[in-house]
T-cell receptor, first 112, second 115 residues
């Protein structure tokens, strides 16, 4: 599975968009980009995933560059409840059911 | 829909004692995972089951850790004997294999402290 690189921490003002970058320059053609987040004292929570097209759901948007070497998770209107560690993972979900390899993630602090 | 259930939520034991954790996945989810999360780190996969068969246990310290998934539903993770470095949160997750990818749903975890 491809290694991902994320900033250690970021701050965002409440109500503003939070843009979390992720580099995955060695991603292979059959690997998807997955985003999970972990709020303090809870288990990780799935946010979104994509292969090459941009994706949007009720939680966030995922923008993947054309060369697939990087991506950005966008929380359009961050709230205090979005304060969490965000993990970007490159993974082939069809390889034995998928294996998530978590890195250190980005600690996002949403401030009033 | 009910989420992944785990028990106990907290456990404190002394080193060399044994401990067991229980997980009940989301109904119908064939794949079940156990992760270990040490403070300040991301979760690390210990073992993955597909129904009641083991798919991946390459990161499971088999000299002291064991896991089973009877009847392809509930699962138990056991540590015997525990070491100080086993202090961590043990997370259970389950997923439903789909053609569009299979997001994992995590339980709240069991926080183990080994003294």
């Amino acid at each position: 599975d491809a290694k991902t690189t994320q900033p250690t921490s970021m701050d965002c003002a409440e109500g503003r968009a939070a843009n979390l970058p992720c580099n995955h320059s060695t991603i292979s053609g059959n690997e998807y980009v997955y985003w999970y987040r972990q709020i303090h004292s809870q288990g990780p929570q799935y946010i979104i995933h994509g292969l090459k097209n941009n994706e949007t759901n009720e939680m966030a948007s995922l923008i993947i560059t054309e060369d697939r070497k990087s991506s950005t998770l966008i929380l359009p209107h961050a709230t205090l409840r979005d304060t969490a560690v965000y993990y970007c993972i490159a993974m082939n979900p069809f390889n034995q059911g998928g294996k998530l390899i978590f890195g250190q993630g980005t600690e996002l602090s949403v401030k009033p | 829909e009910a989420g992944v259930a785990q028990s106990p939520r907290y456990k404190i034991i002394e080193k060399r004692q044994s401990v067991a954790f229980w997980c009940n996945p989301i109904s119908g989810h064939a794949t079940l995972y156990w992760y270990q999360q040490i403070l300040g780190q991301g979760p690390k996969l210990l073992i993955q089951f597909q129904n009641n068969g083991v798919v991946d246990d390459s990161q499971l310290p088999k000299d002291r850790f064991s896991a089973e998934r009877l009847k392809g539903v509930d699962s138990t993770l056991k540590i015997q004997p525990a070491k100080l470095e086993d202090s961590a949160v043990y997370l259970c997750a389950s997923s439903l294999y789909r053609t569009s990818g299979n997001e994992q749903f995590f339980g709240p975890g069991t926080r183990l402290t080994v003294l």
